[in-house]
């Protein structure tokens, strides 16, 4: 419906602009073009239209003038050729009369103060919510590899892709962090294998409780030793999976509902739609390690089989897994060393070639003996289960592309992995990561690359303060502000108290004549002070006089002139009434007096 009511009115638009009969058809047009506008923010809050909305409001603003400025010159030729004052070769004269660059820079800087004005309103106007339109935006970019089946390979190909997935600024006890090359973005669990495709075989989710409104308590944990904050600002994907590092404890988003499964992965429910912010609190000393749920300790029996599934082995890959781990006795040392012989062994690319009458991991391990993250993390999973050690494969993101500039990370779908998670009984599950370190995306700090940083920056802004700006962020400017100023005072009462004790010290500890010079400089000063103060109202009060001098000459210039039978118009400037005057005085028996 909103779409056929957008080709309506480009049609609309489209004929006034070419079948203009008068001027009012451009009143119609500047009128059509705000409704466009209003509908294009339904559909988008990108940071780009956010350009187009500042270009649109200069052009209109311009359009408006211009519009107004036309239909009173052509209400006064009208109204002076009733009079006979005007000939035909006057109105070409009035109708060819240009606008100068002046008019362009004066207006541009008037309604950049108009803007400006509008800003301060928009930040200290109290917010109920966020926008209503935005909430229900359903685009969002497609992305494979987080669902309940995935089919070995997606991950490599969403790799290739470079759109934004989120920006995430990290804190630890509220100060800025920038995290290491070792934080991992969970997704999705994945524990049943059939030799091709991954898939989720815990469908049933438990409901996350709400501790307060848009708070979801994640775990009971009451203290955390490095406790990290991650505020996220999720892009529009086709995906409800949450994405989180550490052990989540709380979750702060303005979702209806949560869920997680039992291989603690977490998800949310649709509403609301377009970019979302989230706020995350998790225990970063576990490095990775979780219960099974909420509300168990222990994984019971046949949880554990579930992870010790095989998919039909060829005798090869088992031969293998016995030749690397034969000297080995530990579960975690076993891990370790699969992990670093898939790591030293094998190498990295995001070419697919897949033969059909051979495994995928047979074809990875000993034809091709090269792959990429999904590769490396499925036959560990294997070669683990095989050694009776209960794992999982999880997809998410490997850290991310650092911003200097506005200092958050952001996650591309580039930077997205597959790991490993093994169940150590000593230690709950732990994460393994057998991929080369090629896997992680590089990229040369070319001058393309830091106007990209910069661009994503002023990106990250528009939507952190005027698409997510909430009540919360107005409570925290003023309290800010509120401290600021008590801060300032406390220091300037304190100074101004040394600067007395000190002149008191001075004036107690000094003979009589000296006494006599510091109350004779301190006049001195105070009467200085109080010259330079009045220096600039003077000269104001002495240019508001002249222009209330010349006022005053203008307007008796005007009686005059209306005595002598030249009445100026209200929408004649004085520049034209010159010009009138003079024309009048140039025909015949027209003289002044």
């Not at 009035?94 to 100068?100: N, P, R």
């Not at 009045?534 to 005053?552: C, F, H, I, Q, T």
Request: charged share 25%.
């Amino acid at each position: 419906m909103l779409d056929t009511f957008c080709y309506i009115l480009l049609a609309l638009l489209f004929t006034r602009i070419v079948l203009k009969k008068e001027i009012n058809d451009y009143l119609f047009c500047s009128i059509i073009s705000l409704a466009c506008l209003l509908i294009g923010a339904m559909g988008t809050a990108d940071f780009s239209f956010g350009l187009i909305f500042m270009t649109f409001f200069i052009v209109i603003s311009w359009s408006m003038i211009l519009y107004h400025l036309r239909v009173e010159k052509e209400d006064e030729i009208k109204l002076e050729s009733k009079g006979q004052r005007y000939t035909p070769s006057d109105k070409k004269a009035f109708q060819k009369e240009k606008i100068e660059g002046s008019f362009f820079g004066l207006t541009s800087f008037l309604v950049l103060g108009s803007f400006i004005i509008t800003l301060i309103i928009f930040f200290f106007m109290p917010r109920l919510a966020k926008g209503y339109l935005t909430l229900y935006q359903k685009s969002g970019h497609p992305i494979t590899g987080f669902s309940n089946e995935v089919e070995l390979g997606d991950i490599g190909r969403i790799k290739q892709d470079h759109s934004v997935v989120m920006r995430i600024e990290t804190f630890q006890d509220e100060k800025k962090l920038i995290p290491g090359n070792d934080i991992y973005w969970r997704g999705i669990a994945l524990d049943y294998y059939d030799g091709r495709r991954w898939s989720n075989t815990f469908l049933n989710k438990q409901k996350v409780k709400k501790a307060s409104r848009n708070n979801f308590k994640l775990d009971d944990v009451k203290k955390s030793s490095q406790n990290l904050k991650q505020v996220i600002y999720l892009e529009p994907i086709d995906s409800n999976v949450i994405f989180t590092t550490g052990r989540p404890l709380n979750l702060n988003a303005p979702f209806q509902w949560m869920v997680m499964d039992y291989n603690n992965s977490l998800f949310r429910s649709e509403y609301p739609y377009g970019r979302v912010r989230l706020i995350i609190n998790s225990d970063f000393s576990t490095k990775g390690r979780y219960r099974l749920s909420p509300e168990e300790e222990n994984i019971p029996v046949s949880f554990r089989k579930r992870y010790l599934q095989l998919p039909p082995l060829s005798d090869r890959f088992i031969n293998l897994t016995r030749d690397i781990i034969k000297d080995v006795k530990e579960n975690h040392e076993q891990a370790e060393v699969m992990e670093s012989y898939l790591k030293t062994q094998f190498g990295y690319t995001l070419l697919q070639s897949q033969p059909k009458d051979i495994s995928p991991i047979d074809n990875f391990l000993f034809e091709r003996k090269k792959g990429h993250c999904e590769y490396f993390a499925s036959a560990m999973v294997l070669m683990l289960r095989a050694s009776g050690i209960p794992a999982r494969l999880v997809n998410g993101f490997l850290r991310g592309e650092w911003n200097e500039v506005g200092e958050y990370l952001l996650v591309r779908q580039s930077h997205a992995h597959s790991w490993v998670e093994a169940l150590m009984d000593d230690r709950g599950w732990v994460v393994f990561d057998p991929t080369p370190a090629a896997a992680i995306p590089t990229f040369s700090n070319t001058i393309f690359l830091r106007m990209d940083r910069y661009l994503d920056a002023l990106r990250m802004k528009w939507y952190r303060y005027i698409i997510n700006y909430s009540w919360r962020d107005q409570q925290t400017i003023a309290i800010n502000v509120r401290h600021q100023t008590i801060k300032m005072r406390n220091r300037f009462n304190t100074n101004f108290s040394e600067m007395l004790e000190f002149f008191k010290a001075k004036m107690n500890n000094s003979r009589p004549e000296k006494k006599a010079l510091y109350v004779i400089s301190i006049v001195l000063i105070l009467v200085l002070g109080k010259k330079m103060l009045s220096l600039p109202a003077l000269r104001w009060r002495k240019k508001s006089y002249y222009k209330k001098n010349v006022s005053e000459v203008y307007l008796k210039m005007l009686v005059l002139l209306r005595k002598k039978g030249f009445e100026k118009k209200e929408t004649v400037t004085a520049k034209e009434f010159i010009c009138q005057i003079k024309k009048m005085l140039d025909q015949p028996g027209e003289k002044l007096k």
